[in-house]
């Protein structure tokens, strides 16, 4: 079964600095790799995608993320983190099958 | 566009009894629906697949008959928790998957059910 994982479960910063959420996944095929957010007392949103095409792919919000096959990785980024980015931030792949797998999410704390 | 509500938000229930949650597409057809559960600090994990017309397809550990999924419509699919137990609690997410694609996914707000 394919795993997703996520480190660094708490991330704590402060505005203006910036963001890396790592990202990795187990799985051999073809993947569709996305980056979702949860903010406090709000459902999940999508933050961006990757299918095919150019590896890095902007999201919503000045995010980006880059997908790097030969590490199965795809980390989050944002070079200058705001008070509102305070969320949590799950890593998900679907594969084959359609379905989602999530990672455990990052939750991030961002200090005015 | 594109929402998913659920319904209740919140729900208390007494061990023994059945709980029903919705999840709804407002604004659009969802052939598909997902539920997923929740922990504390955990990740999602799938529970099931609902389509619409069909029999749920239950990941694996994932009891079908606690577990109850009716897709009746292209808007509307229930999960309903029989025979509720304090193991039980915890939070419900549905999301739907936008007809016609096989990539878009929109999530509801989730559930928070209390077994006592």
């Known amino acids: 079964a394919q795993s997703v994982s996520q480190h660094n479960h708490h991330v704590i910063l402060s505005e203006a600095a910036s963001l890396e959420l790592g990202c990795n996944y187990s799985?051999?095929?073809?993947?569709?790799l996305f980056w979702y957010v949860q903010y406090p007392g709000q459902h999940l949103q999508l933050l961006l995608k990757?299918?095919?095409?150019?590896?890095l792919v902007k999201g919503i919000k000045g995010f980006e993320a880059e997908f790097i096959k030969s590490k199965f990785s795809f980390n989050l980024r944002k070079p200058s983190v705001q008070w509102s980015d305070t969320a949590e931030y799950f890593c998900a792949v679907k594969n084959g099958n359609n379905r989602l797998a999530f990672g455990k999410g990052n939750q991030v704390v961002v200090i005015p | 566009g594109a929402v998913v509500s659920q319904h209740p938000s919140r729900v208390i229930c007494k061990s023994g009894t059945s709980v029903k949650i919705e999840c709804r597409s407002l604004?659009?057809?969802?052939?598909?629906m997902f539920w997923y559960r929740q922990f504390p600090k955990q990740s999602l994990m799938l529970m099931a697949t609902?389509?619409?017309?069909?029999?749920?397809?239950?990941e694996q550990g994932v009891e079908k008959d606690k577990f109850l999924i009716n897709h009746a419509s292209l808007t509307l699919s229930t999960l309903t928790v029989t025979s509720a137990h304090p193991e039980d609690s915890s939070f419900y997410i549905c999301?739907?998957?936008?007809?016609?694609?096989?990539?878009?996914?929109?999530f509801g707000p989730g559930t928070r059910l209390t077994v006592t």
């Open positions: 604004d659009f057809q969802a052939t598909t």
């Open positions: 990757y299918f095919s095409g150019d590896p």
């Open positions: 799985y051999g095929g073809t993947v569709n």
């Open positions: 999301s739907a998957r936008l007809a016609g694609t096989a990539y878009e996914q929109y």
């Open positions: 609902s389509n619409e017309g069909s029999k749920a397809t239950y």
